[in-house]
């Protein structure tokens, strides 16, 4: 069968887009593989209007639950998609496990996965002492010394995860002032256990098979210095899940999908939604509402489409 | 069907543990659940056992031959328990 609307990612775009579309009465087939997408991964959550203070596991838990309100319109699949193409106006969307789909119109929506850093021993250390996720992995460092490594909001709330855990906890941003909201730093700036180290740039991960050290640079003054810790938290921003689209949209050099407000993109039927896009604020808020904007986007295209 | 022995570790906030008991779920394999996350000396067993720190950490079979899987990786998990995608 060919759907009206394939969505691709499970997380609050898509998510939204889901709801929007079953509401239409469109057909929907919704493919992601990390249900509640990367919000799963956040730790408290406090900017989500009417919820003061959730957290990333029940926030994302009370989506899919409002999405399976719907599930005689939209139909869930969890796997991810490789590869999309377009033949006249009919998509084809292929999964990793070989499965095949045709839909009218695409809602992507895959979001973002952390970057690295791109210094030696990183790769080798991954999940050896290198994570990516502090809300997954904080827990295991319990009375170690650890590094986390990006002054942003990411950053500054793994810091605060690892106040009540680790022994120690070095912050390294590189430039003289963190990103990070105010309201967060406050949490951590005069805490004797975190100290925190600006202009610096990460050079290396050390150690057997776990991690033991972390060798970073002064920016100002090119000195070298290591660092005795066990465990290295990256939180340097996130990189789109543009792959599966390389071959069918221009991507920006951020490999970011231009979309509008609309969550239009230059190709035809095919919309984007939330962290994948070039949009400016990576929030959940905005991924939702981008997620409405693209399904409503959708039902128009669809509505207008020859007979 | 043989019923193959499965044990997760778990931290509470971890989406990718969720996303693998969510995969067990829907293929019917009943699995032990470890969460690591308020016991230090579970996460030092665990870390022990796998020579990994990161979660989740599945393990599918008996000691010594049990086969370790490490993160959400629906066809390792689909492959070492023996079902199809």
Redesign the interface.
Known sequence: MTYDVLIVGYGPAGITAGIYAARKKLSVVLIG????G????S?DIENWPGDRTT???AL?DKMIAHLQDHADGVEVV???VAKITKDENTFTSLT???KEFQSKTVIYTAGRHPRMLGVPGEEEH????V?Y?A?????????KDVAVIGGGNTGAEAVIMLQKIASHIYLLHDTDKLNADPVLIANFENDPKVTILYNTQTTGITGE???SGLSYKNKATQEETTLAVE?IFVTIGANPNTEPVKDLIELNKFKAIPADRYAVTSVPGFFAAGDVTDIRDAQIVVAAGHGCSAALSAGDYISRLPK | MVRMKVTIYTTKTCGYCKATKEFFKEHDIAYTEIDVSNDQSQARAMIERSGQMGVPVILIGEAPNEQMIIGYDREALATALNITL
């Open positions: 593989d990390l249900p509640g990367e919000v799963r991964n730790g957290d990333g596991n994302a969890q796997d991810k990793e496990s070989g991954r999940n050896l002492g994570t996720c809300t997954c992995d904080a827990p295991l460092f319990g009375g098979q776990l991690v465990g």
